[in-house]
């Protein structure tokens, strides 16, 4: 099986976060589903910070969903309670119903604690069907990549 990449170039979000007692296994370090979480509120945090869309909306009044069809993750070195690290967001490919994501999790040493892929695809929470991407959701993802993430 081949390791995961991060992108070369292109637009990247970033929030720096600090490992917390509740997201670690009693040996201090983080557990690894503890990840996941980490990187959902990193989505939630990029439509409302850097989309300047907000995820609630379009989860609550809009009534669109955003689950993960496909997930890989590399666990590449560990995070320790108390330890600064950033976690970062790329698009790797804006489909017309899915959107391809790179996530990481990098310490301040810039060693790479975990490095994952999501296919999340855009859905009817009415239905449950796959939608077609919300027209101004597809807008500002693409501009956000065309302006390199400065929204």
Not at 50 to 75: K, N
Not at 128 to 147: G, N, V, Y
């Amino acid at each position: 099986m081949a390791a995961l990449t991060w992108p070369e170039k292109g637009a990247v979000f970033r929030v720096a976060t600090r490992i917390r007692f509740a997201q670690c296994d009693p040996a201090g370090i983080v557990f690894y589903p503890q990840y996941l979480l980490l990187f959902q509120s990193l989505v939630e945090d990029w439509f409302n910070e850097a989309l300047h869309y907000p995820y609630a909306q379009m989860l609550g009044p809009e009534r669109t969903g955003l689950p993960i069809v496909h997930l890989a993750c590399d666990f590449r070195a560990i995070a320790r309670m108390g330890d600064s690290v950033q976690l970062e967001l790329a698009v790797q490919r804006l489909g017309s119903r899915s959107l391809n994501l790179a996530l990481r999790c990098v310490g301040d040493d810039g060693a790479v604690r975990v490095l994952a892929h999501q296919v999340l695809v855009f859905t009817s929470l009415e239905s449950h069907e796959a939608i077609s991407i919300p027209p101004a959701i597809q807008a500002r993802i693409a501009q956000w990549m065309a302006a390199d993430g400065a929204v």
